[in-house]
């Protein structure tokens, strides 16, 4: 099933590299606005503790404008995840139905990581204190407890955004359901952050435009998409041992998939004439 995930989502990000370009260059402007506005909060004549303030509040703001945006791009990904065809018209006219999930979310991250920035250097002066004194150990303790949660967090929250595109849920249920999804699906959603992580390293030297964070969007919704499919056949094959729930027939899942998409060779993706 991965193999053909990692296939059919390059198909997919090749057959909408335009679009994706375009979209990912209006986030691209969206997060260089964001970055700036952080910037111009930082340059006001503050004290140290107000300014602090008032750029994590910043951050809040942006990261749920941004993620408005994101949202946005959702319905576009969930059409191209399901074989069909993004449009730039349906980017813009979803801005506005995608603000209340997008804000949710944004807010949500924000969170998180003004969280971990705050916490985990605050516990680490408490391990070691930067005055030489002697720290204490509760600090070491504290500080790997809330970064193990930030990154399982961040494993988890990775389904947030497909469970919204494929599933249509709202706010609590999406959350809910991507840390139950990770926890059943631990190594897999290790996998796809994997996967993320190099789109990521692509993107920079693409310099956000592909696959960007459309591409990366593209990328979770695929793999939850296939995934599913293992929940469909647990409910059509109920009272199956855990050891029967493990042997899952990947190969019979995913055919109709297969056959939609066709044998897409090397020669297809560079020169489609030649395969007419």
Not at 213 to 220: A, D, F, M, N, R
Request: proline share 4%; with cysteine.
């Amino acid at each position: 099933m991965f193999k053909f995930f990692l296939k059919k989502n390059f198909a997919d990000v090749w057959d909408n590299l335009f679009h994706f370009a375009f979209i990912n260059f209006f986030l691209i402007v969206v997060a260089f606005l964001s970055v700036l506005g952080l910037f111009g909060l930082n340059a006001l004549p503050l004290d140290e503790m107000r300014r602090s303030m008032v750029i994590m509040a910043g951050i809040f703001v942006f990261s749920a404008i941004f993620h408005v945006f994101v949202f946005a791009e959702g319905y576009n990904v969930d059409k191209v995840s399901n074989y069909g065809v993004s449009k730039i018209k349906c980017f813009f006219s979803n801005i506005l139905p995608s603000m209340k999930i997008g804000i949710q979310y944004g807010l949500l991250v924000a969170g998180f990581l003004c969280a971990g920035l705050v916490s985990i250097p605050y516990y680490c002066r408490m391990w070691i204190p930067t005055d030489g004194s002697k720290g204490s150990f509760l600090g070491l303790i504290f500080m790997s407890l809330v970064f193990w949660l930030e990154v399982i967090s961040l494993l988890a929250l990775q389904w947030f955004i497909p469970i919204r595109n494929l599933m249509h849920n709202g706010f609590l249920k999406c959350l809910k359901k991507s840390y139950i999804i990770f926890f059943d699906n631990v190594w897999f959603s290790i996998a796809v952050a994997f996967i993320n992580f190099l789109n990521v390293l692509i993107t920079v030297f693409t310099l956000g435009l592909i696959p960007g964070i459309s591409g990366l969007q593209l990328t979770v919704t695929n793999a939850l998409r296939l995934r599913l499919y293992k929940y469909d056949w647990y409910e059509v094959n109920p009272g199956m041992t855990s050891k029967q729930r493990k042997d899952v027939p990947w190969d019979e899942l995913i055919a109709a998939d297969v056959q939609t998409l066709g044998p897409r060779t090397w020669k297809s993706f560079i020169m489609p004439w030649k395969e007419q």
